[in-house]
């Protein structure tokens, strides 16, 4: 089971967002990742909860940033509850989405199991509901996802698969590249893995 810490920051000017302290593990019918994250003074910021189920949709999902809250699955589409910081008002939406999205590392890692590329694989279309910081505010973002390489590297517990994605932005025109082994985030825009205390639970073949 993969425990770290990942450090964000902005990945325009790097200035530092937020410690994630995770542990992941698949299990018998999907995978997990739960996460609490600390700003750079060390105090609490919120929360992640993300299960998904077999085939990478997402089961459960629980954020908490600056006292609002989201919780979702996929029911027809995507589904989400979230609620303002007083607890007063919750406002439900519900968009024809595969799956969702946020600043947490977790959810580069659950759009790579949802889609199961393959290096041969043609570039694939994703659309996703993206909770933004810091109110947690949904809205849509269509993405193309390509596994461009996929190589081993010799470690002291066996070879370790390392694939590379080439993310597309549709709306906007942004490209970038995102590293991962298995369900951990090697490298990413403004994401860095500064701690990791086990290895990557690496899935099954695709």
Known sequence: MPRGRYSLHDPHDHTPLVQEHFHCAPGPSGWRYVAETTTPAGAHAGSVDLALDEHGRPIRLELHAADWQVRGAALDGVTWVRTDPSGSHAT?????????????????????????????????????????????????????????NSEAHATDNGPLTVDEYRINTLDTGEQYTVHLAGDVVLAAPGIELEDLKDPPSMFRER
Do not use: C, K
């Open 92 to 148: 439900e939406g519900n968009v024809r989405a595969h799956a969702f999205t946020a600043a947490s590392p977790a959810f580069l890692v659950a759009t790579a199991l949802l889609l199961r590329l393959t290096p041969a694989s043609p570039a694939t279309r994703v659309r996703l509901v993206a909770f933004t910081d810091p109110v947690l505010a949904p809205r849509t973002v269509d993405q193309s996802w390509a596994l461009v």
